[in-house]
């Protein structure tokens, strides 16, 4: 690996830096590493422009989710500084109607009667089925979940709800990108990371087993392990 190159790291809706805490622990020997905000501002720009005011001049740019959209518009505003990009249980796609509803539904109910209220109906989706009865696990995401709040929700939302398509960007990423699914993954499916893997030249798919939408929690080992070959 390219132990000097820094990483910026970008956790997903309702994350912190713990969903990549494994990751860091392994990554960041010899690697400088940051775990961006992803809850700072509630546009796709605002948030792009927050990390890239922070970041080194060169980087590496993986992003979950969310964190995925983020890095499609840190590409577009600073595509000479990103050196090589990993999509992690993410998808190119801009929401669906259906989708956007959702999303104003589940922001009108935070702000009414807080993220206790909103997790329950987001949970099944984080996990794999597998990992639904697991504590830990279940215990990760709603402390993330309560470090994140009510504004901080809202925040990304608002950005995710105006974010732009990037399917039409694919073909022109011209680094070395690796794009990662968890097997199990029902938010961002299987088949959403084959679509960007093609569109992009060279992509390397890599699929994580025994791991839902939050794969960095859940399969810890093979996520660390894909984002090492990645940097190497």
Known sequence: MNAQLPLI??????????????QVAVLGRGRPITVAD???????????DAVLRGAPERFAL?????????AFEILRRAPLRVDR??????????????????RRMLMELA?????????????PGFLAPRH?????????VEEMSNAVGVEGFV?????????????GDLARIGIPTTVLVGAEDQITPKDRAEEMASAIPGATLVVIPAAGHFSPIENPRAVTAALQAWLA
Request: net charge negative; proline share 2%; glycine share 10%.
């Open 9 to 22: 790291l970008i956790p997903g809706l309702l994350n912190t830096a713990r969903l990549w805490a494994d």
């Open 38 to 48: 992803s809850a700072a501002a509630d546009t796709m720009a605002g948030l792009a």
């Open 62 to 70: 993986a992003g979950l989710s969310m964190g995925g959209y983020m």
């Open 85 to 102: 990009l990993c999509l992690v249980d993410t998808t190119a796609r801009s929401d669906t109607a259906e989708q956007s509803s959702r």
């Open 111 to 123: 702000i009414r009667e807080g993220i206790d209220a909103v997790l329950p109906m987001l949970m």
């Open 132 to 140: 639904h009865a697991d504590a830990r696990l279940v215990g990760i």
């Open 155 to 167: 925040h990304q939302q608002l950005a995710n709800l105006g974010r732009a398509d990037s399917t």
